[in-house]
């Protein structure tokens, strides 16, 4: 977990990596989904996020659309209307809505399924380290 001002935690995690045990309720998780089979290892994560608590799921890539449909599948099937979804097309977007994301329960913990994205990762630092940049 990377410790970040305001008292926010951040994880970066490959789709092969577990969740963190111990996340504060209704944490957000960043899910991509630019093939096939990543959309569908990022369905995966979807029942795993539910268990350890996510409160809110950001889609990106082409496929995100695919993997948001989905997603919500799942979370109406196990009646837990408390978790939303969305799909955001900007990775700088995505990353900005991960940090920002306040919680019902002020939940200070993110989950970003990105380590297999370099160029997203990067983003993502420079959105810490900088702040956001407008154009």
Do not use: N
Not at 101 to 109: A, Q
């Amino acid at each position: 977990m990377i410790e970040l001002e305001d008292g926010l935690r951040l994880a970066i995690l490959s789709l092969r990596d577990a969740i963190p045990q111990g996340l504060a309720p209704e944490f957000p998780v960043l899910l991509p989904a630019y093939t096939e089979e990543e959309c569908a290892a990022s369905l995966a994560k979807v029942a795993e996020a539910m268990r350890a608590g996510c409160g809110q799921i950001i889609c990106i890539g082409p496929f995100a659309g695919k993997l948001h449909d989905l997603a919500d599948e799942i979370i109406e099937d196990a009646e837990r209307i408390d978790i939303g979804t969305m799909v955001i097309d900007e990775a700088s977007t995505a990353c900005y809505c991960l940090l920002e994301i306040v919680s019902d329960r002020g939940s200070r913990d993110r989950v970003a399924f990105i380590a297999d994205h370099p160029e997203i990762a990067a983003t993502m630092h420079d959105l810490i380290t900088f702040g956001p940049t407008y154009d």
